[in-house]
């Protein structure tokens, strides 16, 4: 009899994962999942074969359904790019994910600093699934991995360093759009209205000074 269980209880477990997968929402996905375990950080694989490697923080977090079940959606601005060049914010989703080649990552609440690697189908403004993310607060060593991998991808000093400042707690420095914005409403550039007026006023004073010169040049004759 107990031999018999033996036997029998394989099959049981075969139809019990089947009725589980059939009546819980995105449990086929969850199944399939990266086997093994995702890797705590980036593998030198990983690195070589993205495009774009870079450290940001994420300044727009939001739910969106996703293969039938619930997600989360990241926006993250780029502090220091480690391979590659891009001057936008980036969007990735879905997240929390593990593909069945362990890509994806954790998910990215506003706030959160994150060492993102992407494929170059990326396309700016737009949500991309071909990525690997990882939490920056969740890495073993934060600062030894971004050395490992700036070794990996070639980076500069200049970008190891910024980066290195970044995860040490830097504050994330605005937007090229931001700093534009900022001037507009401060008031600073040549395109504000005060830089504006004074410009008028200098060309007025030279127009006057010109007209009056002219007039005397004539009265003397």
Same mark, same amino acid.
């Given at each position: 009899?107990?031999?018999? +269980?033996?036997? #029998? @209880? ?6 019990? +994962? ?22 705590? /950080?980036?593998?030198?694989?990983? #690195? ?5 490697? =870079? ?13 039938? @079940?619930?997600? @989360? /959606?990241?926006?993250?601005? #780029? ?11 980036? #969007? ?24 993102? +690697?992407?494929?170059?189908? @990326? ?42 400042? =970044?995860?040490?707690? /830097? ?13 507009? /409403? ?24 010109? =007209? =009056? ?9």
């Amino acid at each position: 009899m107990r031999m018999s +269980l033996y036997r #029998i @209880y394989p099959l049981l477990l075969a139809c019990g +994962l089947a009725v589980v997968m059939v009546l819980i929402p995105g449990s086929e996905r969850l199944v399939s999942a990266c086997t093994g375990g995702r890797p705590p /950080e980036p593998t030198s694989q990983g #690195i070589l074969r993205r495009d774009l490697v =870079f450290v940001g923080e994420v300044i727009a977090e939001r739910s969106i359904e996703y293969g039938g @079940y619930k997600t @989360y /959606e990241s926006t993250i601005r #780029i502090v220091s790019t480690l391979k590659g060049t891009a001057d936008v914010d980036v #969007i990735i989703s879905p997240l929390p994910s593990a593909e069945p080649d362990c890509t994806g990552g954790p998910r990215l609440p506003r706030g959160a600093r994150a060492l993102v +690697l992407l494929e170059s189908s @990326y396309r700016p403004g737009t949500p991309i699934s071909g990525f690997d993310a990882y939490n920056l607060a969740q890495l073993p060593s934060a600062q030894d991995t971004i050395r490992r991998v700036a070794a990996i991808t070639n980076a500069t000093e200049q970008q190891l360093a910024r980066a290195l400042l =970044f995860v040490g707690g /830097e504050p994330t420095p605005p937007s090229s759009q931001d700093v534009e914005s900022q001037s507009r /409403e401060t008031g600073d550039g040549w395109e504000s209205p005060l830089a504006i007026g004074l410009a008028i006023g200098a060309g007025l004073a030279v127009a006057a000074v010109a =007209f =009056f010169g002219v007039r005397r040049l004539r009265a003397g004759r």
